[in-house]
């Protein structure tokens, strides 16, 4: 059973999916609906060829207790009816956590996707869905070598644990050439230029709930758009933040509804700098050799810095302009981290169909 519900989760998933396929698994797509609009949801199924979902949760949104108990509920009788061998989650989303310990409770083998990722910030919703579902999963599918020295130096047991690469990027790499093949018509529509923009995107709570962050923000992306057009597809969360607050000046960033997987990927791949706080940006503009800006104060994917073209500059706007200015006096040097190849799908499917069953394999507990 294989699960997504939140706009990163589509992509992280396809290679999955179609690596079981053609290993001739059965497989049971679960959509939790945690996102739920047609551009944040179902474009992807659309552009990436993901199959209609055999299971739409409908859960939607809600605080962190209504949306984790509403996925759970809906999810734990399929599960019951269907007992699958694994339940396969990915990223650090409530509906992994959610459809991670309902799978573990009823005897299922837990699969995590992305696991081992550390930010160390126990205010970020996600670190916490991190590792609680590291802990409840059998399968622990590690992007990096950071990750895998996160899960050894917290116990687990070498056989859990797989260094596969990263599927976002398997992903990202089958999709290059449609996405680029975009360009010139999303460019001419935007009134952009190849090489001459800033993209950015904005999502993490402690980014955008708080009023005061979010206009210093605000006011950092204004200055770089003195010098560079700077293009803003604003997640629902943002949109909302920002129709509340009273900034002057707004006007001067292009805050435009979220993009498609293809129209952002492709405007990622001529962007002068990208500016975010999103976790799978961060790992694209690395394997794009794109400069990138991470808006938060620490990143679960430090592998972007050391073998990437990310740097962690925070959110205090003196520090994002000097950043841009540097990016833009002395450019970037592109790295690829180990593995991050286009097949960690095709790896984790191998390692899944040699796994074993609940029956056979040592479990969690054994830790
Ligand atoms: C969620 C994930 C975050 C991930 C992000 C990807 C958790 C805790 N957070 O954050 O890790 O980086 O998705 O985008 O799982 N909304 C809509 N339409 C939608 C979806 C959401 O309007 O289709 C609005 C709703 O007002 C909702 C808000 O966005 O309350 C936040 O949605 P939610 O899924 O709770 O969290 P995200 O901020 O999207
Ligand atoms: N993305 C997109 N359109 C947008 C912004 C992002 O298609 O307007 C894609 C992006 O290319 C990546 C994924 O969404 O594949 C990242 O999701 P997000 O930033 O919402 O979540 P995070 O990775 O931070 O959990």
């Known amino acids: 059973m294989c699960v ?50 055999d299971h739409s949760l409908g859960a939607g949104s809600g605080t962190h207790a209504e949306q984790t108990a509403r996925i759970m509920t809906a999810i734990e009788p399929i599960v019951e009816r269907e007992r699958p061998d694994v339940i396969v989650v990915v990223g ?4 992994t956590v959610a459809c991670g310990l309902v799978g573990a409770k009823l005897g299922c083998l837990v699969a995590h996707v992305e696991a081992g990722l550390r930010s160390r910030d126990w205010a970020m919703p996600e670190e916490i869905n991190r590792v609680v579902t590291d802990r409840l999963s059998d399968y622990l599918f590690a992007p990096s070598a950071d990750a895998v020295d996160n899960l050894r130096a917290e116990g687990y047991r070498a056989d859990q644990i797989h260094l596969v690469g990263n599927v976002m990027i398997d992903t990202l790499f089958a999709n290059l050439d449609r996405a680029r093949a975009r360009l010139p018509a999303l460019l001419e529509r935007s009134g952009l230029e190849a090489g001459h923009y800033a993209l ?10 708080d009023p005061d962050q979010l206009r210093g923000l605000v006011g950092a992306l204004e200055a770089v758009a003195a010098s560079l057009p700077v293009v803003f597809p604003a997640h629902p969360r943002t949109v909302e933040r920002l129709r509340a607050l009273e900034v002057p000046g707004l ?6 509804e979220p993009l498609g997987y293809l129209d952002f990927i492709a405007l990622q791949s001529t962007a002068t700098v990208v500016l975010t706080d999103s976790g799978g940006v961060q790992e694209e503009t690395t394997a794009l050799g794109i400069a990138c800006l991470t808006l938060r104060e620490n990143t679960e994917r430090p592998i972007t810095i050391s073998e990437g073209t990310n740097r962690v500059v925070g959110a205090d706007p003196a520090a994002i302009e000097a950043a841009v200015l540097d990016v833009l006096s002395n450019g970037v040097t592109p790295r690829r981290p180990e593995l991050w190849d286009g097949r960690a799908g095709e790896r984790i499917g191998e390692i899944l169909l040699s796994g074993g069953t609940a029956a056979t394999r040592k479990r969690p507990t054994d830790l």
């Open 4 to 53: 997504a519900g939140a706009r990163p989760n589509f992509p992280k998933l396809k290679p999955v999916l179609d690596a079981l396929d053609r290993l001739g698994v059965a497989t049971t797509l679960v959509h939790t609906g945690q996102h739920y609009d047609h551009i944040m949801s179902d474009v992807f199924l659309d552009e990436l060829g993901i199959r209609r979902p």
């Open 92 to 95: 650090d989303v409530n509906s």
């Open 200 to 209: 950015t995107t904005l999502h993490r709570p402690s980014n955008v709930d």
């Open 251 to 256: 006007a001067r960033l292009r805050i435009i």
